[in-house]
């Protein structure tokens, strides 16, 4: 079976930083390009950034953008959210999530508080 | 950016009910559409994707059907298990939209 697993999450200052972790199984991860998507708490669903198999190509939200940079190490099967200048508004889970056949992690919580 | 607008925001609907949530996306989008749900405290589970095709376990109660900017999320014989948050996204563009979310709850 698929498994994603994220982890990394947990309470930051503004302005502080956080790296969250996605560590892949029972998947050929170099296959799949793979997406960061957060909920932040009794919100919707809001898409993040995306990162191809190969690394080469990578798109963010407008809003993190400068911020925030998505990487992957495929002999690893892991990828990974570097979050900088993190900012109230972005406290949330954080779901790490393949692209093409939409399997889930279990969330990271971040939370942006002073 | 596309934007994705689910209705009803909320439903109420009995056991047995079937019930249709609709997404309408502001740009024709082909065929590019995933329905989600979502449980409380729980990571969304893939319902369909491509507009119409059902994930592998899902069971047949759940249908999709659309193309362009109109699409529809039908739930024949509603089961206890499927009062939950419904989400769109469409996958047309990487930058990614989800619709708002549909909350449906037992009457």
């Known amino acids: 079976d698929v498994q994603l697993v994220e982890s990394g999450g947990g309470l930051v200052q503004p302005g502080g930083f956080l790296r969250l972790s996605c560590a892949a199984s029972?998947?050929?991860?170099?296959?799949?390009?793979m997406q960061w998507v957060r909920q932040a708490p009794g919100k919707g669903l809001e898409w993040v950034c995306y990162?191809?198999?190969?690394?080469?190509?990578?798109y963010y939200r407008d809003s993190v953008k400068g911020r925030f940079t998505i990487s992957r190490d495929n002999p690893q099967k892991s990828m990974y959210l570097q979050m900088t200048r993190l900012r109230a508004d972005d406290t949330a889970v954080y779901y790490c999530?393949?692209?093409?056949?939409?399997?889930w992690g279990q969330g990271a919580l971040v939370t942006v508080s002073s | 950016d596309i934007q994705m607008t689910q209705s009803p925001s909320s439903l109420s609907a009995s056991v047995g009910d079937t019930v249709t949530i609709t997404c309408r996306a502001s740009?024709?989008?082909?065929?590019?559409l995933n329905w989600f749900q979502q449980k409380p405290g729980k990571a969304p589970k893939v319902l369909i994707s491509?507009?119409?095709s059902l994930h592998s376990g899902v069971p047949s109660r759940f249908s999709g059907s659309g193309s362009g900017t109109d699409f529809t999320l039908t739930i024949t014989n509603l089961q206890p298990e499927d009062f939950a948050t419904y989400y769109c996204q469409q996958s047309y563009l990487t930058y990614i939209t989800f619709g708002q979310g549909t909350r449906l709850e037992i009457k």
């Open positions: 491509g507009a119409s």
């Open positions: 740009q024709r989008i082909s065929n590019y």
């Open positions: 029972g998947l050929i991860f170099s296959d799949y390009s």
């Open positions: 999530v393949t692209s093409s056949t939409f399997h």
């Open positions: 990162i191809s198999s190969d690394g080469d190509t990578i």
